[in-house]
């Protein structure tokens, strides 16, 4: 079925209802045009368009027809346009002609984007709370690693050596922040675009304010005009959604190198493993490796949107129906992934000797050598030089830095006494950076107390949220 043709003198042609037929992959907003069709129909009983007794009747066929679309009895069919259409036929097949009167007041504009919106807040939220749950996992493994050193890596060189603890729970901030941007979207973006009819507001909507409360939202748009033509929240969407998908694919990584035999630093459970159909003795990192893959069709998503918005008229335009799948995708994508990489990153078998075993490696204990002579008030130019000489008459003569003799340092430079070697293991240079960022184990178990306290502040919210959203649909 299709909401429109009184004008015309034929049906539409095969080719362009093909092309115009947006139903099977709209259907999804089902649930949330129910709910808006409900308030919305109070609105009309309110405003003396619908009697309150017709009221009482299409209430019924609505209440009968969400009944039937959950338990799958009412379907779409290949005639019906898009979701507007099939619940328009559903209603009509359930209280006649009555069911066409849910189309006052209102259009097919204002009305995608008010179920589109509500879609998102709810799949933003379950998006954070599945965030939630893998930044948990990553605290666990992280405080199981306290006391494991590890070499640090810039460039895929050693560096300096990093409480192993501190290099995982990166990521939790890192996801931490993907959160943040999704209560951010939500406090900017839960303002309801109905009421604004197809572009103009409608004179049978005379107080959006009251529909967007009752729909759950924190109040209405100001201008009828943005509000069937906005997608920036689509966009800011796509944009935080292919940020997460950037940092899971960096975990990925990670997760990819650390299990390769040459470093062996992480198992993973056979359960996140895949193997080989030509050789047996295989266990591949797959799981990892699709992390770091589909990083690349959530950045795909939000640039096809950007560019279907670039340069369109404002109002509605037929174009923004090119708004819903790049969605869609993103977020049954995320929905696969995160509870993947979470079983993964919760399964998986540190292996510390091996994790530890390299951390002095690479003269990475170096940066010390240059900070014992700072403190000596020797500028840190020079102390960066002599510390490099240092590690050149090292490599030269085949001995590490905590090797040198007393009379070979004192030869280097004059301030560079013997006592500098107890900064040349990697325990103390790691117990020395006590700043509330830094690599100590006493600085990452307060970071880790702290992440642990944001978590449940974070939950909080989520669990807010979804109370104020179960009033919406
Ligand atoms: N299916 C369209 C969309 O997803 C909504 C229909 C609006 N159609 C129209 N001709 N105004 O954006």
């Known amino acids: 079925m299709t909401l429109w043709g009184g004008r015309f003198d034929s049906a539409p042609a095969d080719a362009m209802a093909a092309l115009s037929r947006s139903v099977h992959f709209d259907w999804r907003l089902a649930p949330y045009e129910i709910e808006v069709n409900r308030i919305h129909l109070k609105n009309l009983v309110d405003q003396g368009v619908v009697s309150k007794e017709n009221g ?117 901030h890192a996801l931490l922040r993907d959160i943040d941007r999704i209560f951010d979207w939500l406090k900017r973006n839960s303002f309801s675009p109905f009421g604004a009819g ?40 796509l944009f935080d959604l292919a940020m997460l998908g950037v940092h899971l694919s960096k975990i990925g990584e990670e997760f990819v190198l650390w299990s390769s035999t040459e470093f062996g630093w992480v198992k993973i459970a056979d359960a996140y493993s895949t193997g080989s159909s030509i050789m047996p003795q295989k266990k591949n990192a797959d799981i990892a490796e699709l992390a770091r893959g589909k990083s690349g069709r959530f950045i795909g998503n939000l640039t096809s949107l950007l560019v279907v918005l670039k340069g369109l008229p404002f109002a509605y335009n037929r174009d923004l129906q090119e708004d819903k799948e790049p969605v869609f995708d993103s977020i049954d994508q995320l929905l696969i992934l995160l509870p993947a990489i979470t079983g993964m990153i ?48 090292c490599e030269k003569n085949g001995i590490e830095l905590d090797q040198l003799s007393d009379a070979q340092l004192i030869a280097i430079h004059p301030a560079l006494t013997g006592e500098v070697k107890v900064f040349l293991n990697v325990q103390g240079a790691v117990a020395s950076r006590t700043s509330s960022m830094g690599t100590s184990q006493k600085s990452v178990t307060a970071a880790l ?4 306290k944001e978590i449940s502040a974070v939950d909080e919210v989520i669990a807010n949220q979804r109370k104020r959203l179960s009033g919406m649909i």
């Open 56 to 172: 009482k009747k299409i209430e019924s066929a609505l209440l009968d027809l969400a009944k039937d679309i959950g338990s799958g009895s009412f379907k779409y069919t290949d005639a019906d346009e898009d979701v507007h259409s099939a619940i328009e036929r559903g209603l009509t097949e359930r209280c006649g002609e009555l069911g066409g009167a849910i189309r006052a007041g209102r259009s097919r504009n204002d009305l995608v984007v008010t179920d589109f919106k509500l879609y998102l807040i709810d799949h933003l939220l379950e998006i954070a709370s599945q965030i939630s749950a893998m930044v948990k996992v990553i605290n666990t493994q992280a405080a199981n690693n306290l006391d494991v050193i590890a070499p640090g890596f810039t460039h895929t060189q050693h560096a300096q050596p990093i409480t192993f603890a501190q290099e995982l729970s990166k990521h939790s």
């Open 198 to 237: 197809a572009l103009a507001g409608s004179s049978i909507q005379p107080n959006p304010e009251k529909v967007a409360k009752d729909l759950g939202f924190s109040g209405a748009m100001a201008n009828s005009i943005d509000a069937v033509g906005d997608r920036d929240f689509v966009a800011e969407a």
């Open 346 to 393: 919760e399964t998986a078998q540190f292996n510390s000797a091996a994790i530890s075993k390299g951390a002095a490696d690479g003269f990475s204990l170096a940066t010390e050598i240059a900070d014992f002579l700072a403190k000596k008030q020797i500028p840190f130019a020079t102390a960066h030089e002599v510390a490099g000489e240092c590690v050149k008459f």
């Open 449 to 452: 107390s702290q992440l642990k």
